[in-house]
């Protein structure tokens, strides 16, 4: 699958161009942040990479051969979630993959146990908060212990507390093997997760580099007016 190699990705719906032209290069291994202002086609991004939009332009490589039939899972925001209880919605990811019945039910409940939420396991999962709904969401993903694990903004309408139970599960599936491409508009996040950043602004990438020199050597005019408009404190560079 690996690395994952865009070139010239497009997305223009009724001619207004979301995607204008990405071109990045993923490898196999950490956590990539994908940063970048409102409409700058992050989002878009992951479910073009997802399967889920179809590009108008461009092509994308993994690895020695086509896109793989398995192996990329995607989180979102608000994840989706079935009326019934907390073990069936997870062990439904690995329905697909044809494991019995009985070895579904062993396996969610022992990623249940990793997440903190074992004792919830009988309970209907749409009373859960909105903290344990994510949880649930990438315990779901990580059952099918994915190769790319594609994330939409996780943590951003949860409290700081729920954010931090989240962000321990990504650093697990991290260090499970998974590789992470995760969109996020909190800096801060960023700084704590991402092994490097990719910024996106009008549909482009206009930086790809480590964590620590975007943040203290961005590249860029469109990532310097970002990180002084977003941060809490003016920086210089």
């Known amino acids: 699958m690996f690395p994952i190699q865009i070139r010239d990705l497009r997305f223009s719906p009724n001619g207004r161009a979301v995607l204008d032209g990405i071109d990045l290069e993923l490898g196999s291994e950490g956590i990539t942040l994908v940063l970048g202002p409102n409409g700058a086609g992050k989002s878009m991004l992951l479910r073009v990479l997802c399967g889920l939009v ?95 694990l594609l994330l939409d903004e996780p943590t951003a309408s949860l409290d700081p507390s729920a954010a931090a139970e989240v962000e321990r599960i990504i650093r697990e599936i991290r260090t499970d093997g998974t590789r992470i491409l995760m969109v996020t508009h909190n800096l801060g996040q960023a700084t704590r997760l991402g092994d490097d950043i990719v910024f996106l602004a009008d549909g482009k990438v206009c930086e790809h580099t480590p964590t620590q020199r975007f943040f203290t050597r961005p590249q860029s005019t469109q990532a310097r007016l970002f990180i002084q408009g977003e941060l809490p404190w003016r920086m210089a560079f």
Do not use: C, Y
């Open 54 to 148: 179809a590009p108008t332009g461009g092509t994308i490589a993994w690895g020695e051969g086509a896109r793989p039939e398995r192996g990329v899972m995607m989180v979102f925001q608000h994840p989706m979630l079935l009326r019934t209880s907390v073990l069936d919605n997870v062990a439904l990811g690995l329905k697909p993959l044809g494991v019995p019945a009985a070895e579904r039910q062993r396996r969610a409940r022992a990623v249940l146990e990793r997440i903190g939420l074992a004792h919830r396991a009988s309970e209907n999962a749409p009373r859960l908060s909105g903290g344990e709904r994510q949880r649930l969401a990438l315990a779901r993903a990580w059952l099918t212990r994915p190769r790319l």
